[in-house]
C-alpha cells in the first residue's frame, strides 16, 4: 500500500508538473498579433534584454529595427514602445480615454510616495483615480494658458535673481538654476519664494527628489513590477523597501509641513495667495485629506521645478560642447536688444532664441522613456492588438534623436527650429504630428500643463544669461587644455540629467554686470527687505481679486 500510495505520489507531481508546464508555455512569447519585437525566451521574454544602464539607447536600437511600435514580453507583461510622433499622436492624444492611466509602480508609488503621489496614480474609478482627477482640474486651473500670464512678475524676479546669483558664485551654477525654477515653484504653489540655495527646504526636496529618481529607475524597481510576489519579501533582503520607506517618511513631513503651514497662513492672513488656497477650497468641497493635499502641492513643486531646472542645465552642457551657439545667441542679442535687458515682450524678435530654447527641449528632454503609460482596455493599432493592462512607453528620446525626423540629431543646432514660431502647447496641439518639436512634456491627459510657463521660463533664462553672460570652457591647470563634458555622461533615473560638470559663466563686460545689479536693487524694491519675500501681491497676480 506505501508503495502504491508512494507511485500515486510521483505521478501526481509528474502530472502537476506537465499542468504547470502547460500553463506556463505561452508566459514570455509574443503572440502573433502583438506588434514585432525582438526574440523572446520562454517565461521570461525580454527581460535578459533589458540593459541595466542607458536603457533609452537599447530602445533607439528596438525602435530601428522593429519600427515605430513594437512590443516587449516581460514575462507576463507586456510593454508596448511608441517610438513614432504619429503613433504617440493617434494614441496616446486621440484616444486620451483609454491611454491615461499608469501601470503598477510599487517603488514608485506604494514605497515612495504611500500611494500618495499624483503622477502614478492610475485613471480608474478608485480613490485614487478621483484624486488625480481632483488633481488635473486644479493644474488646469491654476497653470492654463491665461492664468500662466499672470505668473510673469515671479519669472521676471526670478530670473533676476538667478542673475546675481550667476554673478556672485558662477561655479553653482547648477544648483542657482535649480533655485530659479524651484523658487518661482514654490510661490505659485505656496506663496512665498526660495531665497537662497542653502534653503534647507530647498536642500531637502532635491535630495528626495534625486535620489528618489534613482531608486524609481533601477533594475530592482523594475523587476519588483514585474514579479509582483518579490514585494512580499522582509527588508533585509530588499534594501530598497528600507531606503524607500525612509524617504517617503522624510518627504511626507516635508510636503506636510509645506502645506500646513501655508493653509494656516491663508487663514490668519499672513501668506499669500497660491495653488494651496484652491486646494483649500476643494477640501471643502471634496472632503480630500491634508496627506492628499500636501502631496498634490508637493508634486507640483517637483514637476515644475526640476524638469524646467534639467532643461537649462543641459544647455550650459550644449554650450560647453558646441560654443557656436553662444556666439550666435548674442550676436542677434546684441543686434536687437544692445545694452537693454531682453523681455519676454522680445520673443517674435528674437528668432535664434527661440530656437535655441526648443533645441534645448529636444536635446535634453530630462523623461527619456517618458514616464510610462497604461491602457485600460484592448485595443488595435495598424493591424495589431494592444492588450489591456499593456504598459505603453513613449520613446521620447529615440523620436528626438531620430534622424529622420532631425538631420544629426546628437548636433545641438538651434537652427533646425529657426522658422518654427509655435509655443510648446501649439506644438503639440497640432493636427501634424511631424510638426511637434519635442515631447519633453508628455503627451495625451498626463502632458505637463504647466508648459507655457515652462517655456517662458527656459526663454528669460537663456536670453538673459547670454546677454550678460560668456559661457565658456574651463582650463586645465595642468595640460592647459579645455575641459569638455561628454554630453553622454548623465545622472539615469526616471529622469535623466547631465552629471556635475564645469563651466567658466563670467559677466561679458563691467557695464552687463552693473546693469544686472541695478535690475536686481530696482526689482527687489518689492520685497521686505529681511525676508526677500513680496511685501503684497503683484497686481497683475491670478489671485489679487480673491478675497484671502
Known sequence: ??????????????????????????????????????????????????????????????????????????????????????????????RGAIYSSRPEAYIAQDVLSGGLRPLFMKNDDSPAGAVWKTTRRLSHQVLNMNTARTYIPYQDLENKALLVDLLDNPGDFIQHLRRYTASLTTQMVFGHRTTTIADPKFQKAFHIFDRSAELIGSRISSLLDLVPALQSLPEFLLPIKKEGREINRQEHKLFTGLFLDTKRGLKDGTAKPCVCLDLVKLQEQDSFSDDVAAYISGSLLQAGGETTATVLIGFVQAAMIFPEIVKAGQEELDRFCGDRMPELDDVPELPYIRALAKECLRWMPGFFLGVPHAVTQDDTYLGYRIPKNATIILNIWGIHMDPKRHEDPRRFNPLRFIDDDQSSIDAANNPDASKRDHFSFGAGRRRCQGMHIADRSIFLALARMLWGFDLKRPINPVTGLEIVPDKDDLIEGIMSLPKPFRADILPRSAERAKAVREAWTEISRVLDNESLQWKEIPKTLKWADKEV
Open 1 to 94: 500500500m506505501a508503495l502504491l500510495s508512494g507511485n500515486n505520489g510521483i505521478a501526481a507531481a509528474g502530472i502537476f508538473v506537465l499542468v504547470a508546464a502547460f500553463l506556463c508555455r505561452k508566459i514570455g512569447q509574443r503572440p502573433k498579433d502583438f506588434p514585432p519585437g525582438p526574440p523572446t525566451l520562454p517565461i521570461i521574454g525580454n527581460l535578459h534584454q533589458i540593459p541595466s544602464e542607458k536603457r533609452y539607447l537599447q530602445f533607439q536600437k528596438w525602435a530601428e529595427q522593429y519600427g515605430p511600435v513594437y512590443s516587449l514580453m516581460l514575462g507576463s507583461k507586456v510593454m508596448i514602445v511608441l517610438s513614432s510622433d504619429v503613433a504617440i499622436k493617434d494614441l496616446v492624444d486621440k
